[in-house]
């Protein structure tokens, strides 16, 4: 079978699509990708070989009185000719979106065709493109159940797939400490903000520094191309070991060092610190749509998986004395991981492929 799969513009689309397609490739099915024209689609998708690769130009939706509508109307007609091209040439049996605008056109024109075409919603609460593309889909793929009551057309929950490297090759914690140049027997705090960084993550651990410098802590810190030097510096002046990176490749090594995670709350990296059962603070994002990842925060807030924050609301000190409560009680972390292990989306790829393969069969 052929499938084709639009899952471009962040890292929460993109990984999920690609472990989707490589269950297919396994399974052997060809497969073909739609992503955008952003750099971090391009930085991630490396050297991936047997893949079909296509781009497609993708804005967010404006307001209807927003100038900027004129443009989106033109990218989405160009996504449309260039989503019909690609299917008269490749004639996929099944296309999946991912979600975000660039599954929208290929979604559409699916319709249009008579494809099976299917979306798939990680997030707790669904935003505007997705409730767009979901009618023009066969169903829609959740990867929380607390999602369905928001969509008007059938839905079946599989989870959000995590990245298959994730799941191989995988150092112990003491091994990814020393892979990273860190002490391999040291509380280790994970600071991260998505594929981008987050700075408003970055402001408050930078004001946080100087509170936590009686806590034995290591701190690894993925910030962002524009923060990295401004990071660094407060740690390195509160007297704080700490790596700060703009972007790692290799999550797989650094989430197994982690005794804790300072993070967002997208849908894709909740699934990957519950795949490694790994305790988080979670700060979501204030501007995200529909304040979606509030929504998701709140699903590992009740299992007690996570402790949640409001960007809004609290301070680097408040953040910090939060931080020293935590790693200074391990009974704690251990009862937070162990319910961070049981959100776990297992197998969430596999039953994404199952799904495409059952439409065409």
């Not at 975000?100 to 065709?113: E, K, M, Q, Y």
């Not at 930078?206 to 290591?218: D, F, G, P, R, V």
């Not at 200074?328 to 319910?339: I, K, N, V, Y």
Request: proline fraction near 5%; aromatic fraction near 6%.
């Amino acid at each position: 079978m052929r499938f084709t799969i639009a899952c471009g513009g962040t890292g929460g689309h993109l990984f999920p699509g690609l472990a989707v397609a490589e269950v297919l490739r396994e399974r052997g099915h060809d497969v073909g990708l739609f992503v955008s024209e952003k750099e971090i689609d391009a930085r991630a998708l490396g050297n991936r070989e047997g893949l079909t690769i296509e781009k497609l130009p993708s804005v967010g939706l404006p307001s209807l009185f927003s100038p900027a509508l004129m443009a989106f109307l033109r990218r989405l007609v160009t996504s449309l000719r260039l989503s019909g091209a690609s299917f008269r040439r490749q004639h996929p049996d099944a296309v999946l979106g991912m979600g975000g605008f660039t599954s929208i056109a290929p979604l559409v024109v699916a319709r249009w065709r008579g494809i099976p075409a299917f979306l798939h919603e990680s997030n707790a609460i669904p935003g505007k493109a997705n409730r767009l593309a979901a009618r023009f889909c066969r169903e829609v793929l959740l990867g929380f159940a607390e999602c369905a009551p928001h969509l008007r057309v059938p839905t079946r929950v599989t989870g959000t797939p995590i990245r298959r490297e994730l799941a191989s090759s995988v150092p112990s914690r003491e091994e990814a400490r020393r892979m990273l140049g860190l002490e391999s027997d040291c509380m280790t705090l994970l600071v991260m903000g998505g594929s981008q960084g987050a700075a408003g993550i970055n402001a408050l651990m930078t004001q946080a520094a100087s509170h936590l410098k009686k806590e034995k802590i290591q701190i690894i810190h993925l910030a962002g191309e524009r923060c990295v030097d401004l990071v660094n510096t407060a740690y390195a002046e509160a007297g704080l070991t700490a790596k700060v990176v703009a972007f790692c490749e290799r999550m797989q090594d650094v989430y197994p060092a982690a005794n804790l995670v300072v993070s967002r709350s997208g849908a894709a990296s909740l699934g990957e610190l519950a795949w490694f059962g790994l305790p988080s603070i979670l700060i979501p994002y204030p501007y995200a749509a529909e304040d979606h990842q509030r929504f998701n925060a709140e699903i590992f807030l009740r299992a007690g998986a996570a402790r949640v924050v409001s960007e809004k609301e609290t301070t680097g000190e408040k953040l910090a004395a939060l931080l020293s409560g935590l790693v200074t009680s391990p009974e704690t972390l251990t009862t937070m991981a162990a319910a961070a292990q049981q959100l776990a989306p297992r197998h969430a790829a596999e039953n994404v492929a199952s799904v495409l393969e059952e439409a065409v069969k």
